[in-house]
């Protein structure tokens, strides 16, 4: 690579302005070619009389997005990383002690090794625009900033903010940044590159005096009690991941050791431990699940897809209001309609509260917030839906219900408008049978929260038309969604391999098993939340709603010797139950906050499942039984075609249901080991309990054959 490839220079008033513009890319990436790059520019720089300060600005809309990912995939083995990884120090220390000042001036995404670069400079300006954003997410890929990130850092924002930034990953916007001493001035975007060369010349006569905006408390722990604050870091991080996930507690560790035995120390540690971490198999599986996600942001029928302006919401509820508030989000009018104004009003608080929770944190002005605000209305009746490109409906889980607005929208639409269904159960084929437009029928299955959850699952059945696909498919992007898309059936794919999963947790409590126990074991495994507090969280009258569609009459009728654990929960709801939301479930929930308390469960719930004498269930029986009724699922739906892929199942179970992503999904877990296991390990089940573990016949052939779900 010629340096002209990634960086030009322009030299003016003593300042050499370091435009960084990698060809062929839309985004600026940290890669080894461009580490050796940085090398001999700052030999240029150094030896040129001309040159007093350093100022390194992108053209691109980001700064640097990172590093390369892809370099990571050809580590095979120890020692592959080691010379890339030394030499990157290398050149951030050179960065660091260079005698002309180095000013970075930062507008858009600044992630990783970019803000590692940053990090390495005398200073940092970055832009007040909401899309700039600063963060260290290697967490999330299973690493750990590897070039000098760990010891960095917790030196320039203290060691509790630090390794807040480094175990979550969370993105620092622009005013946050300026407040923690992350970036040490704003200024507004067109006038970026001009401050940032006059605050470089400022630095060459006098150096940046920073302030330490710590508490005194703050002093206290991170100085002689600092042990504390790893102590506790530790601690949560073992809550949170019960052990999985080995990045946390190295960069823990990291940061421990610059703090204690200073950063050459603490830079040993982290090209250590990033070494470790590239090669381990969590590793492997986060960064599998990140090419994933990124292959599902490409819209496959983009060339088919028409451009939505304007959307219908119908039903105002907490799903509504969250489809509406990711559609306004980027610029598409929603006209939100429901049958109730106190629904509609509470629909627009919701939304209002969520993106003034941005102005708080200065990620938006108050001015855009009213503005995107403007872009919905709510509305008690049809009026201007002839105007609309797609309509969703969130009404109650009712196919009558469903057919009676399916037929006023087709009254009051024009011909080409998209009827789409946010059903997370009912057969898209049975909602349109009575559509007088049938093709442009289609599901799209949101998550709750629709905010929050990045899954959107597309269902399409035999009539739905191309193009109709195509455009919710770009609809659902713009929406920030991660998509998938699925043949029509009993429960599409999530609906679908989520039932076993949490039909054996109540089978369990039948058996006398133990509420506490059956979660934690499941949450060992990897899973956020167990099932017993999943049925709280969704809600038991939801759940006896699911249990009674033909999701359940699928699985019990083609599954051999399939149970299903319906009684004890269908007499919890009729005896008042509902979980959460009317704070009365599995678990006990403060009356005033709603919060669950934490390890307390009603006890009363056991009556509805034989009584109070519990007892503790082999913790791998518990793992595998809810674990692999879900894996097994996910293959019956490969082989029947639901799915059409295993990244397709991956995407899906991760994104939409929480399967454990360091497993890599249910085909990435199987793969790793191996179709033969999990054949053991399914008839080891159906031996214990039915024949509805037998094995799909799609992991026979594998396992004969020897055969893999992925090729890479």
């Keep these: 690579m010629n340096q002209t490839d990634y960086i030009t220079i322009e030299k003016a008033n003593g300042v050499a302005t370091v435009w960084l513009d990698q060809k062929g890319e839309k985004i600026n990436k940290v890669s080894p070619d461009m580490v050796g790059l940085f090398d001999s520019l700052f030999n240029q720089i150094e030896n040129d009389p001309e040159?007093?300060?350093?100022?390194?600005i992108s053209r691109k809309k980001d700064f640097i997005a990172g590093a390369d990912i892809e370099m990571f995939k050809r580590v095979k083995?120890?020692?592959?990383?080691?010379?890339?990884?030394?030499?990157?120090?290398?050149?951030?220390?050179?960065?660091?002690?260079?005698?002309?000042?180095?000013?970075?001036?930062?507008?858009?995404?600044?992630?990783?090794?970019?803000?590692?670069?940053?990090l390495a400079c005398t200073a940092r300006i970055a832009s007040d625009d909401r899309k700039t954003?600063?963060?260290?997410p290697e967490v999330k890929l299973g690493l750990l900033p590897g070039g000098g990130g760990t010891q960095r850092l917790p030196r320039l924002v203290g060691i509790q903010k630090a390794l807040d930034m480094m175990l979550t990953g969370k993105n620092i916007y622009a005013y946050p940044a300026k407040k923690m001493g992350l970036v040490d001035k704003l200024i507004h975007r067109d006038g970026l590159h001009n401050a940032a060369k006059k605050f470089a010349l400022e630095l060459v006569s006098k150096p940046i005096q920073r302030k330490d905006n710590r508490k005194f408390i703050d002093k206290i722990i991170e100085g002689p009690l600092k042990f504390i604050v790893f102590k506790k870091a530790r601690q949560m991080v073992m809550r949170l991941t019960s052990g999985n996930y080995p990045a946390p507690f190295k960069i823990i560790d990291c940061v421990e050791t610059g703090m204690s035995k200073g950063t050459k120390a603490g830079y040993e540690a982290e090209l250590k431990n990033f070494e470790e971490l590239i090669l381990s198999n969590e590793s492997r599986q986060l960064i599998n699940v990140f090419f994933a996600m990124t292959e599902k942001k490409k819209n496959?029928?983009?060339?088919?897809?028409?451009?939505?302006?304007?959307?219908?919401?119908?039903?105002?509820?907490?799903?509504?209001?969250?489809?509406?508030?990711?559609?306004?989000?980027?610029?598409?009018?929603?006209?939100l309609k429901d049958i109730r104004q106190e629904t509609l009003s509470s629909a627009k608080k919701t939304i209002w509260k969520d993106f003034e929770s941005r102005v708080k944190k200065k990620a938006l002005t108050k001015i855009e917030l009213e503005e995107t605000m403007a872009k919905v209305s709510d509305q008690l009746d049809y009026q201007g839906f002839d105007k609309l490109d797609v309509v969703v409906e969130a009404v109650f889980e009712d196919i009558n219900i469903k057919h009676k607005v399916l037929a006023e929208v087709e009254a009051v639409t024009k011909d080409d408008c998209i009827f789409a269904s946010n059903t997370s159960a009912l057969p898209i084929k049975s909602i349109a049978e009575k559509a007088k437009r049938p093709e442009l029928v289609i599901g799209m299955h949101y998550f709750s929260p629709v905010p929050k959850m990045p899954l959107l699952e597309i269902i399409t059945y035999d009539k739905t038309a191309d193009w109709v696909t195509a455009t919710c498919y770009e609809l659902g992007l713009r929406q920030g969604k991660t998509i998938i898309v699925v043949k029509d059936g009993p429960g599409f794919y999530t609906s679908r391999i989520l039932g076993p999963f949490m039909n054996e947790a109540l089978l369990m409590l039948e058996e006398g098993g133990d509420i506490l126990q059956i979660d934690k074991e499941v949450r060992k495994f990897g899973y956020p939340v167990g099932p017993v507090t999943l049925y709280d969280e969704v809600g038991i009258d939801i759940a006896v709603h699911v249990m009674t569609s033909d999701v359940n009459k699928y699985y019990r009728e083609t599954r051999q010797g399939a149970k299903l654990g319906g009684d004890g929960i269908i007499k919890m709801n009729k005896a008042g139950y509902s979980g959460r939301k009317n704070k009365k479930g599995f678990y006990i929930y403060d009356q005033k906050t709603?919060?669950?308390i934490h390890g307390k469960i009603d006890t009363n719930a056991y009556n509805f499942f034989g009584g109070q004498n519990r007892k503790q269930l082999d913790a791998e029986f518990i793992q595998h039984r809810c674990a692999f009724g879900m894996i097994n699922e996910a293959a019956y739906c490969l082989q029947e075609g639901i799915i059409s892929t295993p990244l397709d199942?991956?995407?899906g179970a991760i994104f939409g249901l929480g399967f454990p992503p360091f497993r890599g999904g249910p085909f990435r877990y199987m793969d790793t080991i191996g179709a033969d296991k999990a054949v053991t390990i399914l008839e080891g089940l159906a031996a214990k309990t039915t024949a509805r573990f037998k094995p799909a016949q799609i992991l026979y052939d594998y396992a004969k054959a020897g055969k893999k779900f992925y090729n890479d």
């Design 594 to 596: 709603g919060k669950k």
């Design 51 to 56: 040159v007093k300060a350093v100022v390194l």
């Design 300 to 335: 496959p029928l983009k060339e088919k897809a028409r451009e939505v302006k304007r959307l219908g919401m119908l039903g105002a509820g907490f799903m509504g209001a969250g489809i509406a508030e990711v559609s306004i989000n980027d610029d598409i009018e929603v006209v």
């Design 77 to 118: 083995k120890p020692g592959d990383f080691s010379p890339i990884a030394r030499k990157g120090h290398e050149i951030m220390n050179r960065i660091e002690k260079s005698k002309k000042p180095v000013v970075a001036a930062i507008h858009g995404s600044c992630l990783g090794a970019g803000l590692e670069i940053a």
């Design 649 to 651: 199942g991956d995407v």
């Design 133 to 136: 954003s600063l963060a260290l």
